[in-house]
T-cell receptor, first 111, second 116 residues
């Protein structure tokens, strides 16, 4: 059974700092997604990672995938308040429709 | 439409009543998904549609839950005889197709259901 674990589940940090959110999963998968959710809002797709060593960057966010370690990271560089949100990773299951979700990391960035 | 639209955005209902939640996916998206998100939790998969067909209903929590999709477009999730444990945010998502690895799902804003 595929399980997805994110850590930390809660992170409070100051603007300007760097930090990393981790997403571990228990069995092999061919796809991993990162989503952002603002309070009371929809989930917004951030990154789609499909291959070992894949790295994608958008602004201050960078996501990477190590399929051998079954680990993805979401790195935040020089955080700004606008990045405060809950970040979810989701890992593809055996079926092409199946996504297993992490519990989310609630990120608060203080000005 | 421009995005996935869900209605109502909020629903408060009495225990034992039936509720119907609606999802209007992005035009042209053949795949549609329903998820449930409880407070502080990740997403729990409920059911997906490919066109009007729902091949896997095993994610539905109980037989009080049912879903249908008509015309390859609008979907409704119905919960009969609601219980307090049904309280959650119900999210709908759509994507262009299944089986395409880089296809991302686009989410609606959800329906917050509160059973009192």
């Amino acid at each position: 059974e595929l399980k997805v674990e994110q850590n930390p589940l809660f992170l409070s940090m100051q603007e300007g700092k760097n930090y990393t959110i981790y997403c571990n999963y228990s069995t092999t998968s061919d796809r991993l997604y990162w989503y952002r959710q603002d309070p009371g809002k929809s989930l917004e797709s951030l990154f789609v990672l499909l291959s070992n060593g894949a790295v994608k960057q958008e602004g201050r966010l960078m996501a990477s995938l190590d399929t051998k370690a079954r680990l993805s990271t979401l790195h935040i560089t020089a955080a700004v308040h606008d990045l405060s949100a809950t970040y979810f990773c989701a890992v593809g299951g055996d079926s092409n429709y199946q996504l297993i979700w992490g519990a989310g990391t609630k990120l608060i960035i203080k000005p | 439409g421009a995005g996935v639209s869900q209605s109502p955005s909020n629903k408060v209902t009495e225990k034992g009543k039936d509720v119907e939640l609606r999802c209007d996916p992005i035009s042209g998206h053949t795949a549609l998904y329903w998820y449930r998100q409880s407070l502080g939790q990740g997403l729990e998969f409920l059911i997906y549609f490919q066109g009007n067909s729902a091949p896997d209903k095993s994610g539905l929590p109980s037989d009080r839950f049912s879903a249908e999709r008509t015309g390859g477009s609008v979907s409704t999730l119905t919960i009969q005889r609601t219980q307090q444990e049904d309280s959650a945010v119900y999210l709908c998502a759509s994507s262009l197709a299944l089986g395409v690895l880089n296809t991302e799902a686009f989410f609606g804003q959800g329906t917050r259901l509160t059973v009192v």
